[in-house]
């Protein structure tokens, strides 16, 4: 059993360095040009919503995206108000990696691997060297989820895994509080994310209790932005409270659909990874959408609950 939680640990280190080397290789080709971007396209909620998508997009990390925006807020850059449109559209862009996440291209991770090394070690400009970081952060993370997989049989084995997994098909309750407890411990929603797929796509999980998991990643990275807001200003808690209270409302909300919502999903792919990667994408944007309208209304709420010297 011992070997089996290593590799699970070994995995899901490659899976966070991976993770990391595509955010630093796509900083490292965008360079300083997206905290500008920030600044300079969020002067409506829907420009903040274009800009927090992108951003996120091709950081390919959207606690890199919100601890970016408090940073931006708390050195006064960037208003409150101008955050939440940033925080909607950055959890749709985190949607991105999900989908990545579940590219198949077999033996070809391998050169892909090499060809990202060799202009990692070799390049010498910087575009060469972003492309190369990328390359390899993609490689390792498709490393990483083909490992989740073929872990997922020996590890389901074990009577504890088994009734983990027995409980979390049982109860959405379970499926959310795992969700949000593992995602605050690796500080990667994807990464919790990947280890759902890895049992869904060896049928230990049903489509629903991977949802319910995908639901409470959505809550746990939040911790990253609240971590990242202490000491800092007012207004910059405040967008770190915003972003957690959407996650927890759309989360709420989605619970009471899972299984109607792996009904859904069942029709749009054959592959129950790719199934749960469009359930997270339908997610976000339905409750990023919905809410862009009402970005003045959330502001208020968001003041009344946890400023209310100035609701």
């Not at 911790?223 to 800092?232: K, N």
């Amino acid at each position: 059993m011992g070997s089996f939680l290593m590799l699970f640990a070994i995995y899901t280190a490659l899976f966070l360095l991976g993770m990391f080397m595509m955010k630093a290789g796509l900083y490292t080709l965008s360079g300083h040009r997206l905290k500008r971007w920030l600044m300079r396209f969020t002067a409506t909620p829907l420009q903040g919503f274009a800009a927090g998508l992108a951003t996120t997009a091709l950081l390919q990390s959207s606690s890199a995206v919100m601890v970016m925006t408090v940073g931006l807020v708390a050195a006064g850059y960037l208003s409150f108000r101008q955050s939440i449109g940033i925080i909607l559209g950055s959890n749709i862009g985190s949607t991105v990696t999900t989908e990545l996440m579940t590219l198949d291209i077999g033996d070809g991770a391998i050169p892909l691997l090499v060809s990202g090394a060799l202009l990692v070690f070799f390049g010498r400009h910087r575009l060469v060297l972003g492309i190369g970081m990328t390359t390899v952060g993609l490689a390792a993370v498709l490393f990483a989820m083909d490992g989740f997989g073929s872990l997922a049989k020996p590890l389901a084995a074990y009577p504890f895994v088994d009734a983990w997994l027995k409980e979390t098909n049982r109860s959405v309750a379970v499926g959310l509080l795992v969700g949000i407890v593992l995602t605050a411990l690796v500080h990667s929603s994807a990464a919790t994310i990947g280890i759902a797929m890895g049992f869904l796509n060896e049928q230990l999980l049903t489509l629903s209790a991977a949802i319910a998991l995908l639901l409470g990643a959505n809550i746990g990275t939040c911790i990253t932005g609240l971590l990242a807001s202490i000491g800092s200003s007012k207004e910059a808690q405040l967008t770190a409270y915003t972003h957690l209270w959407l996650n927890v409302v759309g989360a709420a909300l989605f619970a009471f659909w899972t299984e109607p919502l792996a009904s859904f999903a069942a029709r749009l792919s054959p592959a129950p990874d790719v199934q749960l990667a469009h359930v997270s994408v339908l997610f976000n944007v339905i409750c990023s959408v919905a809410a862009l309208p009402f970005v003045g209304a959330i502001e208020k709420v968001i003041l009344f609950l946890h400023d209310r010297n100035r609701a």
